[in-house]
């Protein structure tokens, strides 16, 4: 199902380390920039094995700041969780304001990266302890999403995305994800007969769940 947001919807954007905001969901911030925040939850100081990690967590951090300027993102922050940490200080959600937002963006579920995989079980108990209407989105970084329930046509996008990507030397220098993400997009674009698309994986929060859906959740 395409992906369609309100123009009055406020959306935030929560990233494990600098870049993933870009290779995971570029797309959609190229389109709904001016309705989203975007909150980078590491300080990715582990993503450069040549440089020590001061400079590494220096350069990734001006690299992000650069791509947030050039998405045109009003507000974002980061909070500098030390690398591959995340999941002893998860309880960071609890000092975000959720409420005001529609939709919250988080790597899907079975992304193998600790830092990815631990947010969208953390951030959905927070969701419903605060008995929010929020909506999570997970979307793709190291790990394919297996049943997306949505996509968006990102094909009169994929060029500025790729760019959006080339802007973070720092890891482009072991992994050149820009040519590896935009055959991602390519792929996923077949199945929805248009050129390059994004995926993602809605989990509507507000709605009370069956038996089934928390079946379907486990696979």
Known sequence: MELKINPRDKILVLSPHPDDESIGCGGFLL?????????????????????PEEK?????????KTVMA????????????PDLTLDQHINCLR???????????????????????????????EIKRLKLQTRILE?????????????IDIS?????KTELIQ???????????DKRIKALNYYRGIHYNCGYAEC???TDCGKKENILTRIREKF
């Open 95 to 125: 000092s975000l304001n959720l409420k005001k937002y529609r939709y919250i963006l988080v790597p899907n579920r079975d992304e193998t990266h600790s830092d990815h995989k631990i947010i969208y079980g953390a951030l959905k108990k």
């Open 56 to 64: 590494t967590k220096r350069v990734r951090h001006k690299e992000f």
């Open 156 to 160: 009169e996008l994929i060029d500025k």
């Open 139 to 151: 979307y793709e970084v190291w790990t394919p999403i297996l049943y997306p329930t949505h996509h």
């Open 200 to 202: 993602y994986k809605l």
């Open 167 to 177: 802007l973070y030397e720092c890891p482009l220098m072991h992994i050149d994800y």
């Open 31 to 51: 389109k709904y920039a001016k309705q989203c925040d975007v909150i980078l939850l590491t300080d990715g100081a582990k993503g450069n094995r040549e440089w």
């Open 70 to 81: 050039s998405l045109g993102i009003q507000e974002w922050k980061a909070l500098g969780i």
